[in-house]
Every structure is written in C-alpha cells, then in structure tokens.
C-alpha cells in the first residue's frame, strides 16, 4: 500500500534552516505530484508548497516564498523542503502529501490531495 514516511523535524533557533524528507513507497513516484502542507496547535491546516510530477513548476505559499525550496528526486522516490531563515511562525506539524498527476483542482487544496504521511514536528524558538 501507499506510505509516506517524513523525516527531518525539530528544535531550531530563529533564523536557522532544516531540510525536511519524504519518502514514498508503494505507487509510481514520478506520476504524482507531491505537496507540503502544515498544521500548528489550535489551527487549521495550511498550504506551504508543492511540486508537479514533472518537477518543473512549484508553488509556494506567500508566507514561506523565498525562504522555503521544493524539490524532489524521482530515482530516490523522496521529496524535500529546505527551510531558511526560519520564523517562530513556522512551527508546526508538516505533512508531506501526494496526489496522482491527472487528478483535478489546485495543488495548493489538500483536498485534493491523495495521500498523506504522518507528519514530523517543527519547533522554531526565539
């Protein structure tokens, strides 16, 4: 079955970075577009970015663009995101989530997202 395994969470100062991984198992990786969304405690979750099958076209949320990299590795079956110049605002559970290359409506819904991993834990401190 389908499994997506994040890894690379936790405690960082303000203004440093993390590379968060994903990996995935039991579906043809470079058909799917893979996406990163977040969840902090007492809220709803949100987009931060995601990337086509293709790997040519991104999209990033305002909150995170130009600190925040989408990226994958079709061979690994893995997909990133580098973290930089992190905010306390950034801290939250991440999820890393997958959806099939014909499948409709905007990447950047997790409704219409596929699958999902478990998340990892983010904890930027001041």
């Known amino acids: 079955q389908v499994q997506l395994v994040e890894s690379g969470g936790g405690l960082v100062q303000a203004g440093g970075s993390l590379r968060l991984s994903c990996v995935a198992s039991?579906?043809?990786?470079?058909?799917?577009?893979m996406g990163w969304f977040r969840q902090a405690p007492g809220k709803e979750r949100e987009f931060v970015a995601a990337?086509?099958?293709?790997?040519?076209?991104?999209y990033y949320a305002d909150s995170v663009k130009g600190r925040f990299t989408i990226s994958r590795d079709n061979a690994k079956n893995t997909v990133y995101l580098q973290m930089n110049s992190l905010k306390p605002e950034d801290t939250a559970v991440y999820y890393c989530?997958?959806?099939?290359?014909?499948?409709?409506?905007?990447?950047?819904?997790?409704?219409?997202?596929?699958?999902w991993g478990k998340g990892t834990l983010v904890t930027v401190s001041s």
């Open positions: 989530a997958a959806r099939y290359r014909t499948v409709t409506g905007p990447m950047t819904n997790g409704n219409a997202m596929q699958h």
């Open positions: 039991g579906l043809t990786f470079s058909s799917y577009g």
């Open positions: 990337i086509r099958s293709s790997g040519s076209i991104t």
